[in-house]
């Protein structure tokens, strides 16, 4: 099993930043994937951006040039800086994890609200 907590969304203005961490437990030596999914009002989960133990990352097209997402060494946390943000991007945002064997882990999201 592994839990997951995010932390760092908050209200912000159009073109400011924010960074989003997540905190991981338990068994994460099994981690592969780690990522952010979110959801905005009405709308489905869509990703946001992955990044594998290795360091490959993926990015949605909407947040390319603007997200950037990392991870620390241990696979133990991981984090999304957002720049340029746009009203659009407001959302509730998910951690994520899958392990090797296929399980996923979701934390229980945190706002982003970008808004003058």
């Known amino acids: 099993q592994v839990q997951l907590v995010e932390s760092g969304g908050g209200l912000v203005q159009p073109g400011g930043s924010l960074t989003l961490s997540c905190a991981a437990s338990?068994?994460?030596?099994?981690?592969?994937?780690m990522g952010w999914y979110r959801q905005a009002p009405g709308k489905e989960r869509e990703l946001v951006a992955t990044?594998?133990?290795?360091?490959?990352?993926n990015y949605a097209e909407s947040v390319k040039d603007r997200f950037t997402i990392s991870r620390a060494n241990a696979n133990n946390a991981w984090y999304l800086q957002m720049n340029s943000l746009k009203p659009e991007d407001t959302a509730v945002y998910y951690c994520?994890?899958?392990?090797?064997?296929?399980?996923?882990?979701w934390g229980h999201g945190t706002q982003v609200t970008v808004s003058s």
């Open positions: 994520y994890c899958k392990n090797t064997n296929f399980n996923n882990y």
């Open positions: 338990g068994t994460i030596f099994r981690i592969n994937i």
């Open positions: 990044i594998s133990s290795v360091g490959r990352t």
